[in-house]
């Protein structure tokens, strides 16, 4: 059975740092991506960022893009989003999703699968 854990999250003062880890386990993924998604109180969840079964394309909503980078393979069977710069309007929710997607050149259009998720705070 597939398991999607993440862990990482936590309090942090603006301006600061943390590292989210997805670690599944069960299914092989190789042909799975990997989103990343937040769900700030009162809002929709939305996408941060993913990357494609094969590694090689990543992808980032704007609000985050050069402060978050996504990193790890299905090798190891973890994926890592590392958050720099952290704002207050960062905070929320964090989890990780696997979606199929052979192709290996974009990132899932569908997530199959889905981690409990983490809380990231960023206040000072």
């Known amino acids: 059975q597939l398991q999607l854990v993440e862990s990482g999250g936590g309090l942090v003062q603006p301006g600061g740092s943390l590292r989210l880890s997805c670690t599944y386990s069960?299914?092989?993924?190789?042909?799975?991506?990997i989103g990343w998604f937040r769900q700030a109180p009162g809002k929709e969840r939305e996408g941060v960022s993913c990357?494609?079964?094969?590694?090689?394309?990543?992808n980032y909503t704007n609000s985050v893009k050069g402060r978050f980078t996504m990193s790890g393979n299905h090798a190891e069977m973890t994926f890592y989003l590392q958050m720099n710069s952290l704002k207050p309007e960062d905070a929320g929710v964090f989890s990780c999703?696997?979606?199929?997607?052979?192709?290996?050149?974009?990132?899932?259009?569908?997530?199959?699968?889905w981690g409990q998720g983490t809380q990231i705070t960023v206040t000072s």
């Open positions: 999703a696997a979606g199929y997607e052979v192709a290996g050149r974009g990132c899932p259009h569908e997530y199959q699968a």
């Open positions: 990357v494609s079964s094969s590694g090689g394309y990543t």
């Open positions: 069960g299914v092989p993924l190789d042909y799975y991506g």
